[in-house]
């Protein structure tokens, strides 16, 4: 039997804006988001492949996680990811360190970054996400450009973080 996946990945943001005033105030209330829907398939607004994880990352640790091969689904099948559609990055409310996301020294995974030695710093408790719902999605190049390195900003104490994939 074939995997089939359907999925919708969201970000939204609810706010209230107050300013109290002598006679009055001024109020603005927010309610923001957006939403993905994929279904099954390789197009625009489609995916095939989830991978999830939580992960630990020692002391000045680091890790290059291969998108194409190196990483296994919930059901024990290899994961050989040739477009990102979306990912989601969390880490944990209880870390010190950052995780730091991008910039592997070779075959570097270049999907959203500028370049090979990109990174972007997600702080303890915080979250990065982006999503790319088009045909063509963040794409991934095995052997050459698919290895996503995470590594924990510093020494001292561990990290850990939350790792969601959505592919082709």
Do not use: C
Request: charged share 15%; hydrophobic share 45%.
């Amino acid at each position: 039997m074939a995997t089939a996946l359907i999925a919708t990945v969201k970000a939204a943001v609810s706010a209230q804006y107050a300013n109290a005033l002598e006679f009055g105030g001024v109020e603005q209330t927010l309610k923001y988001g957006a939403s993905h829907a994929f279904t099954d398939g390789s197009g625009a607004n489609q995916a095939q492949k989830l991978f999830t994880d939580q992960r630990t990352l020692a002391a000045s640790a680091n890790e290059s996680l291969d998108l194409a091969g190196g990483l296994t689904d919930v059901f024990g099948a290899t994961l050989t990811l040739t477009k990102i559609k979306a990912i989601l990055i969390k880490a944990a409310d209880g870390n010190t360190n950052n995780v730091i996301v991008g910039g592997a020294a070779s075959n570097a995974w270049i999907g959203p970054f500028g370049d090979a030695s990109d990174t972007v710093a997600v702080k303890p408790g915080g979250t990065m996400m982006l999503v790319a719902p088009d045909a063509n999605g963040y794409a991934v190049t095995a052997g050459t450009g698919d290895l996503l390195k995470v590594a924990n900003s510093a020494g001292g104490s561990a990290v850990t973080y939350d790792i969601v994939l959505v592919g082709v």
